[in-house]
């Protein structure tokens, strides 16, 4: 047998162990040992039930995303889940940790299933624009009903192993910590009522009721419309539940669904988000921050700013448990800033997500202060004031006089200079910046910016304590906007200069919606404010001039759109005469519209651009880091894989052309790559 795979036979139980770390995916070695395994306990007479179980932290968590894409070697999942399902002994799956995908598809070529109450269970393939391919779609709803077979699959979120109980996808629950016990008194137990071989593929009750009814999966799809739009699973997802129930038998089923997976597994949208299910767990390697470097303990957090951006920002550490020392210049701020941060949570428990004990509990770990003076046994500060770099340097220097030694000082700045701001201390190397996206408790991007002396230890303890804390760490170097706001600038200026030369408003946000944003960058200035948006300088602008004209957008009066009570939009007249008049001024001549692509291109192509220069420049430690910043930044729409996953598939030399026919130089490095032949990402 492989070396993955241990057999040991307990009281005439067979329990087969998969052991393949990290999380037991199911690449070539744990087929083969399950291949193996399964023929070794069925030709044992001795063994009445075969439990199969996985060491380590979880049961099997997928198929090897790995090996997609690739040739697969024999045995595949399907040869190795007949051996499964055809045994004739009993089978049970012994469930820990997340049964995922082809995880909880092996779960279900078992006759039984049990779990502990920690574990949970689900197929989350639509998660990377697939559908479980190994009969997933046609088991699950048989199991649980089509309704709930859709949400499940459609949903792609791990259930919880109680509420996986109660919708039948598991059948027994095993106490905690004595699963390998449980499961085999459970096959025991089998042996003696000489339980039937119920295989899920023979299940019928379940699906009847939906048969003949095709308004199910139109209803579904309808319902979630707004969810799926752009993505492909969604669509074959309920094509393939429909095939489990209309279908004239199992294998007719099992023939569909491989051939809508295939078809996702073709397309550039799952290329984009499984290329992307890896980008996110790379941010965290910094190549010269080895993960053994030792880390700082953070123990009690300071906050300085209880507006919008530190109350979010201090809510993060709220909801791990760590204490917060929340800073205001004002008890009137103070009182305001913390008010807001138990509405939240008030909000969060009404909506039974939290108890009112949870509420307390949190809100218990803010230590409010009105002087930095309150800071000095903190073992990590996140400024949140002014962003304005006198007050910064300011505030930098009064913490390096009052915190402890040992302590991490951070600037939660958007734009400005770190090394500056650390040149303010006499401990450059305890400075960060740690540059949250607002709103800040929800957003899950989290920039790391290493200035030129933040030490190894505190790079390292940054970028922990962010996963700590749920978010996604993504290392910046210093520059102006770092990586994601600086990116997306020339997005923002290029779509006012772009309505100068003729397409409109509406158009420019249709194409970029339709592109997949949630919306275009009009909609978008409209709903911050264009006031806020800081388009009132001195040189004449698009913004500014609506500015003056009163228009502050869906807040007072409208901006580029005007809107009626139910918040419609149309565009405005004003607008118009805005832009009519900014052209005209500019000897900017009106060439009229553009078609989508071309839009998309003019506003998009420069994104890709200011991206190979955050590479060339060493901002960015590699490319699908800028593609992280964008999608959890910006939401830049995941299954085009953010911008220079999305560059390399329109090829960059394409893209090369398409920015000198706008008057742009291309980087360096977009012109070599362009040259060689080469791509961004893998
Ligand atoms: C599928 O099953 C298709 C079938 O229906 C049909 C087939 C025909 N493959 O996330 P972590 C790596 S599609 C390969 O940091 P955690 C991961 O890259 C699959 N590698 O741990 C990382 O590597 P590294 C459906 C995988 O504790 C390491 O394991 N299943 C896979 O935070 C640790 O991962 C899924 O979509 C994989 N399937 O979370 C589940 N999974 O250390 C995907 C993980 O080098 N996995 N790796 O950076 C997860 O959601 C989480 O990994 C899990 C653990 C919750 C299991």
């Given at each position: 047998m492989s070396d993955v795979g241990s057999i040991s036979i307990e009281d005439g139980i067979g329990v087969l162990t998969i052991d393949n770390p990290p999380v037991n995916a199911l690449g070539l070695r744990a087929r083969q040992a399950l291949r193996d395994g399964f023929a070794q306990l069925t030709a044992d007479d001795s063994v009445r039930a075969i439990v199969l179980i996985c060491a380590g932290r979880t049961f099997f968590a997928g198929a090897d995303i790995s090996e997609f894409g690739k040739p697969i070697e024999q045995p595949d999942l399907a040869a190795v889940f007949g051996i499964v399902e055809n045994a004739t002994k009993p089978v049970i799956a012994a469930i820990h940790g997340t049964a995922l995908g082809g995880g909880y598809e092996t779960a279900l070529v078992c006759h039984y299933r049990i779990a502990v109450p920690s574990a949970k269970v689900g197929l989350p393939e639509v998660n990377l624009g697939l559908l479980p391919g190994a009969g997933g779609t046609q088991r699950l709803p048989r199991v649980v009903g089509v309704e709930a077979a859709l949400e499940i699959i459609g949903g792609g979120k791990p259930i919880p192993a109680k509420k996986a109980l109660e919708y039948g996808m598991i059948d027994a629950l095993a106490e905690e910590g004595k699963l390998r016990e449980d499961a085999i008194a459970f096959a025991k137990k089998i042996v003696v009522e000489r339980a039937p071989l119920l295989r899920v593929r023979d299940r019928e009750d379940k699906i009847a009721p939906a048969r003949g009814h095709p308004e199910i999966y139109a209803d579904y799809l309808k319902k979630n419309a707004r969810a799926f739009r752009g993505y492909k699973a969604p669509g074959n997802i309920a094509k393939a539940v429909e095939a489990s129930v209309e279908s004239p038998d199992f294998e007719t089923g099992m023939t569909r669904e491989h051939a809508l997976f295939e078809e996702l597994l073709n397309s550039t949208e799952s290329a984009a988000q499984r290329y992307y299910f890896f980008a996110e767990r790379e941010t965290g390697k910094v190549p010269d921050v080895p993960s053994g470097t030792p880390t700082i303990d953070i123990v009690r957090v300071g906050v300085i700013g209880a507006g919008t951006m530190g109350g979010g920002i201090a809510m993060n550490f709220l909801n791990v448990g760590t204490p917060v020392t929340l800073v205001e210049m004002t008890q009137e701020a103070l009182d305001r800033g913390i008010g807001v941060i138990r509405r939240n949570y008030e909000a969060t428990a009404k909506k039974g997500r939290m108890t009112d004990a949870q509420v307390e509990q949190r809100m218990a770990l803010i230590t409010p202060a009105l002087g930095l003076e309150a800071l000095a046994d903190v073992d990590l500060v996140i400024e949140a004031v002014f962003e304005e770099i006198g007050i910064k340097k300011d505030v930098f220097g009064k913490l390096d006089a009052i915190c402890k030694q040992g302590a991490i000082l951070a600037s939660n700045t958007s734009f400005l200079d770190l090394d500056e701001i650390a040149a303010a201390t006499k401990r450059p190397e305890w400075v960060v910046g740690l540059h949250f996206f607002s709103p800040a408790n929800v957003m899950r991007l989290l920039e790391v910016v290493r200035g030129r002396k933040t030490s190894k230890e505190v790079v390292a303890t940054a970028m922990k304590l962010a996963k700590a804390i749920g978010k996604v760490p993504v290392l910046a170097g210093v520059c102006y906007g770092f990586i994601a706001n600086r990116i997306m600038r020339p997005y923002m200026t290029g779509a006012d200069d772009l309505v100068l030369e003729g397409p409109t408003p509406p158009e420019v946000d249709k194409a970029i919606y339709d592109y997949g944003f949630a919306m275009g960058p009009f909609q978008m200035i409209d709903l911050v404010g264009l006031d806020v948006i800081g388009r009132g300088g001195n040189e004449r602008t698009l913004g500014g001039d609506l500015v003056k004209r009163d228009r502050l957008g869906q807040k007072k009066n409208g901006g580029?759109?005007?809107?009626?009570?139910?918040?419609?939009?149309?565009?405005?007249?004003?607008?118009?005469?805005?832009?009519?008049?900014?052209?005209?001024?500019?000897?900017?001549?009106?060439?009229?519209?553009?078609?989508?692509?071309?839009?998309?291109?003019?506003?998009?192509?420069?994104?890709?651009?200011?991206?190979?220069?955050?590479?060339?420049?060493?901002?960015?430690?590699?490319?699908?880091?800028?593609?992280?910043?964008?999608?959890?930044?910006?939401?830049?729409?995941?299954?085009?894989?953010?911008?220079?996953?999305?560059?390399?598939?329109?090829?960059?030399?394409?893209?090369?052309?398409?920015?000198?026919?706008?008057?742009?130089?291309?980087?360096?490095?977009l012109v070599g790559k362009a040259k060689a032949g080469e791509r961004f990402t893998r």
């Open positions: 580029f759109y005007d809107y009626d009570e139910r918040r419609n939009a149309t565009f405005s007249p004003v607008a118009a005469e805005v832009i009519a008049d900014l052209a005209r001024h500019k000897g900017v001549e009106n060439k009229g519209g553009l078609p989508a692509d071309a839009i998309v291109a003019r506003l998009l192509y420069p994104v890709v651009n200011e991206g190979a220069k955050v590479l060339q420049e060493g901002i960015a430690l590699r490319a699908s880091d800028i593609d992280v910043a964008a999608i959890l930044g910006y939401n830049w729409p995941i299954y085009t894989g953010g911008p220079m996953f999305w560059a390399d598939t329109v090829g960059l030399d394409k893209v090369v052309e398409g920015l000198r026919a706008m008057g742009i130089e291309p980087a360096e490095i």
